[in-house]
C-alpha cells in the first residue's frame, strides 16, 4: 500500500493538535484541583508472532515468519528500557509511557539468509475522563496519540551474492478506548484497557490488564499483562521502499 508524504505530515500535525488539546483540557479543568503524580519502570517478557516483509537488492521482496517465545526474545536482546507514569486529579487521568528495544539474530527462508539487527521506540500519551462511575468500579473513555518507529539493518545473503538492506520507519497513530478500574479492599487496584489504533498503522488493536499494591503511601507494585495487535505496511512489493509489520505482541510485566 503506497502512502503519500502529504497524509504522513497531516497526520503528525492532527496528532500534535490532539495531544494539545488533550493535556489543556486536563489542566485547566481543573486548574484548582490537587494533582497526583506518579512514575516507574519494571522488568517484563516479550513475544511475538507474525510477518515482516521488506525489498531486497539480490532477492527482491522478501517475507519472513517470526515466531518468538520469551525465550527467544531474551537471547536476542541487546538493549532494553521503558518506563511510564500517571497525573491525576482524581477524574482526569493522563498516562505516559516510553520504551526501546534491539534484538539481534539471524534467519532464512530456505533459500535466502540473513543477518539482522531490529529496534523498536514507542511513545504513547492518553488522556482518560469517566464516564460512568460506582463505589466499587469506574469506566472511563480514552484519548491519545501513540507514536512508533522501526529501524532494520539487515544483511541478506542469497548463493554467492549479498547486501545490506536498511529500514527506517515511523508512523503516529491516534488512540480510542475505554478504562476498567476497580478498587478492592483498602491498598488494591484492578484495572483493564482496551483501545484501538488508527491513523498511521493500517490497524493497532491493544488488550492490557493488571493488579496494583500500594504497600507504602507513596510506593507501589504492579502485576500485568498485554496483547497487542499491529499492521503496518507502507507501499506495496513492487516498490524498493516495501516494508510490512504484521505482529502479534504479547507482554507480561512486574514493576
Given amino acids: 500500500m503506497k502512502r503519500n508524504g502529504q497524509k504522513s505530515a497531516c497526520m503528525k500535525r492532527i496528532a500534535a493538535i490532539l495531544l494539545g488539546v488533550f493535556i489543556i483540557l486536563g489542566f485547566s479543568a481543573n486548574a484548582d484541583a490537587q494533582w497526583k503524580y506518579g512514575i516507574g519502570t519494571g522488568i517484563g517478557a516479550l513475544s511475538f508472532e507474525g510477518k515482516v516483509g521488506f525489498d531486497t537488492l539480490i532477492a527482491g521482496p522478501l517475507k519472513f515468519?517470526?515466531?518468538?517465545?520469551?525465550?527467544?526474545?531474551n537471547d536476542a536482546i541487546d538493549t532494553a528500557f521503558g518506563f511510564q507514569g500517571y497525573a491525576t486529579d482524581g477524574m482526569y487521568l493522563i498516562k505516559y509511557s516510553y520504551s526501546t528495544i534491539t534484538l539481534e539474530g539471524d534467519g532464512n527462508n530456505g533459500v535466502t539468509f540473513l543477518d539482522a539487527e531490529f529496534e523498536a521506540n514507542g511513545a504513547e500519551v492518553t488522556l482518560a475522563y469517566p464516564i460512568y462511575q460506582v463505589p466499587g468500579a469506574k469506566l472511563s473513555v480514552l484519548g491519545g496519540v501513540r507514536w512508533t518507529s522501526h529501524?532494520?539493518?539487515?544483511?541478506?545473503?542469497?548463493?554467492?551474492?549479498?547486501?545490506?538492506?536498511?529500514?527506517?520507519?515511523?508512523?503516529?497513530?491516534?488512540?480510542?478506548?475505554?478504562?476498567?478500574?476497580?478498587?478492592?479492599?483498602?491498598?488494591?487496584?484492578?484495572?483493564?484497557?482496551?483501545?484501538?489504533?488508527?491513523?498511521?498503522?493500517?490497524?493497532?488493536y491493544t488488550v492490557a490488564t493488571g493488579l496494583g499494591w500500594r504497600f507504602f503511601d507513596n510506593w507501589s507494585a504492579s502485576l500485568g499483562a498485554a496483547y497487542r495487535y499491529v499492521k503496518f505496511e507502507d507501499h506495496n512489493q513492487a516498490s524498493p521502499d516495501w516494508y510490512l509489520y504484521d505482529m502479534d505482541e504479547t507482554s507480561a510485566r512486574l514493576g
Fill in 151 to 204: 529501524e532494520l539493518k539487515i544483511n541478506v545473503t542469497s548463493g554467492i551474492f549479498s547486501s545490506g538492506v536498511k529500514v527506517d520507519k515511523d508512523w503516529y497513530d491516534a488512540i480510542v478506548g475505554l478504562t476498567l478500574d476497580v478498587p478492592f479492599y483498602e491498598k488494591w487496584n484492578w484495572g483493564s484497557q482496551v483501545d484501538a489504533g488508527f491513523g498511521g498503522s493500517n490497524s493497532t
Fill in 65 to 73: 515468519d517470526v515466531d518468538m517465545d520469551p525465550s527467544d526474545v
